[in-house]
């Protein structure tokens, strides 16, 4: 069984092969298409500690996520993906979680918005300065090198300004800025990833045209966007499943009454087979609401095992 750390998934995951790779997984349909089951969730002894275990396969391959969530841990979150060979059960592969997870929760964000965003969209505001952020930022540049300026906003502005000058030095377009609301107001799309519990970008900031890009808020109680913002858009997500059970931006309005459930018009297997139309005007707002599938750590491990 080989395997592959942090620095190996990196560097076998280019940015333009892994999102070919997640597109063909969600767009599979049939007896072939990858097979999978909502998320195991285990709370371990006083369960504060926890175990997800996150299966997915196909005709080849057996993809498990196994995170450990340990809050009194030097580091609370750790992730590993077990990759077996279908037909035989023998392991194959171990590959660095964290690193399969912030790959491919930003390759996916970047194809959706390649749906979804404004072909002339070239004013990208990420909000949020934590260990996600800054592989949204590459992923989106990579998918789309029309950007032409990159703003970084997060609560600690030193931050905001690290990760500024890091992704500057990477040759990426990026400037830290302190004024959320006119940022939000002159971006073409606005990328959130943060762990915020209340609303960040407001709905009234909006410009028509605008694509939000939301990866941060997976839990009923937490929110990057207000119900205006939800309420103003042409609304797609990962998986109706993850999206709808979990995303506390999706969850909250459609709970209070502000949106219905048919406001999410697709999920994103459907955007990309072209059975549901993404933007339809160029004065549309659209919305990408991400939680995350071990699909697209499925379709990770195959990138990185090869043919």
Same mark, same amino acid.
């Given at each position: ?96 979680? *964290?690193?399969?997870? =912030?790959? $491919? ?7 959706? /918005?390649?749906? %979804? #965003?404004? @072909? ?105 966007? *207000?119900?205006?913002? =939800?309420? $103003? ?7 109706? /499943?993850?999206? %709808? #059970?979990? @995303? ?60």
């Amino acid at each position: 069984m080989r395997i592959y750390d942090a620095a190996a998934v990196h560097a076998a995951l280019p940015w333009t092969a892994l999102a070919a790779a997640i597109e063909a997984a969600f767009v599979a349909d049939g007896p072939a298409a990858p097979q999978v089951p909502l998320r195991h969730v285990h709370g371990l002894g006083d369960q504060r500690d926890t175990l997800l275990l996150m299966p997915a396969w196909d005709d080849a391959l057996i993809a498990t996520k196994l995170v450990t969530v340990m809050p009194d841990a030097a580091q609370a979150v750790q992730a590993s993906v077990l990759v077996l060979d279908r037909a035989t059960g023998r392991p194959l592969a171990l590959l660095d979680g *964290d690193a399969v997870t =912030v790959r $491919r929760t930003a390759a996916t964000s970047a194809l959706a /918005a390649s749906r %979804l #965003a404004r @072909a002339d969209a070239s004013r990208l505001l990420l909000v949020g300065c934590g260990h996600l952020a800054a592989w949204m930022a590459r992923a989106h540049v990579a998918l789309r090198p029309g950007l032409e300026r990159m703003a970084i906003w997060g609560r600690d502005n030193d931050k905001a300004q690290k990760l500024a000058a890091t992704l500057k030095a990477e040759g990426l377009p990026a400037v830290a800025v302190a004024d959320l609301a006119a940022e939000a107001a002159g971006s073409d799309i606005v990328c959130c990833a943060t762990t915020s519990s209340e609303p960040l970008v407001l709905g009234a900031w909006l410009q028509p045209g605008t694509h939000l890009d939301l990866v941060g808020a997976f839990r009923k109680t937490m929110r990057e966007v *207000d119900d205006l913002a =939800v309420a $103003r858009s042409r609304c797609v997500c990962d998986t109706y /499943a993850g999206a %709808l #059970a979990e @995303a506390g931006d999706l969850v909250q309005p459609i709970t209070r009454g502000v949106v219905q459930t048919t406001h999410v018009v697709a999920e994103l297997a459907q955007l990309l087979r072209g059975q549901v139309d993404g933007r339809q005007h160029a004065a549309q707002i659209t919305l990408f609401k991400s939680v995350g599938t071990a699909l697209e750590d499925l379709a990770a491990a195959r990138c990185v095992l090869g043919p």
